[in-house]
Structures are given as C-alpha cells and as structure tokens.
C-alpha cells in the first residue's frame, strides 16, 4: 500500500506559476500528475520514471511545466508556469509503484489549480 499526498494548490492568476508537490509513503516506479477539469475526463498530463529519469508529457503543458523529484524522499513536483485558465482543474498525484504493474495503482486525494483570467 502506498499513500499519496499532494500539496501547493491553490488560486493564480493566469500567466502565474504555481508548484504541486506529492509525497509517497514508499518507493514507486513511476509518478506522475493528472487533472481532471470541471466536466471533463481525467487527462495525463507528466510522468517521471525513477529509474532513468525520463519524463513525459501531455502536449498541452509540454513547455510550461516541469516534473521533477528526489526519488531518496519519494517526493515528486510538477512545477507549473504561464499558467492559462484552461489548466484550472483537480490535480491528481498517481503511482505505478513496481515495474509489474500494468497501470498507476494508487491515487492521491486530489489538490485544486484555479488559474483566473
């Protein structure tokens, strides 16, 4: 069982930057950050893999936000910039926590981005 706990959301105005961080209770393979906006799916939008270091992400944030983290801490970051009103939505903290696992199994509680315009 790994927890997730995400902080740093909160309200910005657009162009503004915010940090998300999230902190798991154990070692995971793979983090990464989802959101889900008012009526929406829930959308993928960066992932990191431990192990190389290699990040991906949606192209709607590719160049405005950054995944990174201390793997020692188990603590993952989405440092997003030039934030827009269309990033407003519930982020979401998410792991694979082994490298046999098909799918992100555990799921933070969820932190609000609201970016006004």
């Known amino acids: 069982q790994v927890q997730l706990v995400e902080s740093g959301g909160g309200l910005v105005q657009a162009g503004g930057s915010l940090r998300l961080s999230c902190a798991a209770s154990g070692r995971t393979f793979i983090m990464a950050w989802f959101r889900r906006a008012p009526g929406k799916e829930r959308e993928f939008v960066a992932s990191?893999?431990?192990?190389?270091?290699?990040?991906s992400y949606a192209p709607s944030v590719k160049g405005r936000f950054t995944i990174s983290g201390d793997n020692s801490k188990n603590t993952v970051y989405l440092q997003m910039n030039t934030l827009k009103p269309e990033d407003t939505a519930v982020y979401y903290c998410?792991?694979?926590?082994?490298?046999?696992?098909?799918?992100?199994?555990?799921w933070g509680q969820g932190t609000q981005v609201t970016v006004s315009s």
């Open positions: 998410t792991t694979r926590s082994r490298s046999y696992v098909a799918d992100y199994d555990y």
């Open positions: 990191i893999k431990w192990s190389s270091g290699s990040t």
